[in-house]
């Protein structure tokens, strides 16, 4: 992979924990993917991958997709934060896709109006867009009870 300014890589290997890192590339754009391969381990609670804007913690950053498994609930909880408020949640899906003492993969797919995330190599939820302007998505971060093994991104804007 080439080198860009700022030493920033496509390819993340064993990433500090908790995570929280400029998205590679500059922000998300339709056509851009994120892959992050990663293991829960047994009792976990939760974990979240956060598509946000910016790294600020106090005020809070906005965040436009929070991407939240609930292993209590085996529900996969996804919210978008704005001046510090979460939104509705959106909760629907076909199956919670993680276990315990299992490896994943999570794709994110940037789409013009939505983003698409899969897992496992099987499409799992869709996600409208609610911050609608996607140059300000330039941060991901990424906590819980979850261990990461690599994040890679891919696609041109
Ligand atoms: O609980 O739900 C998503 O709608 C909140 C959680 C919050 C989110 C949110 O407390 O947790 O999952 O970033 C946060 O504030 C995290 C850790 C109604």
């Known amino acids: 992979y ?3 300014a700022g030493g920033q890589l496509p390819f993340v290997l064993n990433p500090p924990f908790p995570y929280m890192s400029a998205i590679y590339g500059g922000s998300m754009a339709p056509g851009r ?3 992050i391969q990663g293991f829960v381990p047994a009792g976990a609670d939760r974990f979240h991958i956060n598509l946000q804007c910016g790294t600020s913690t106090n ?3 906005d965040v436009a997709l929070h991407f939240n498994p609930r292993f209590g609930a085996k529900t996969c909880v996804r919210n978008t ?3 510090q408020k979460w939104g509705a949640e959106e909760r629907g899906q076909s199956h919670f896709p993680f276990n315990f003492n299992q490896n994943f993969e999570i794709i994110i797919l940037c789409e013009a109006n939505q983003f698409k995330v899969a897992v496992n190599g099987q499409h799992f939820i869709e996600y409208n867009h609610r911050v609608k302007n996607l140059n300000r998505i330039d941060t991901i971060a990424i906590d819980g009870k979850v261990q990461i093994h690599s994040i890679r991104f891919q696609g041109q804007s």
């Open 33 to 35: 993917m994120i892959f």
């Open 59 to 61: 005020p809070r950053s």
């Open 81 to 83: 934060l704005k001046n």
């Open 2 to 4: 080439p080198q860009q």
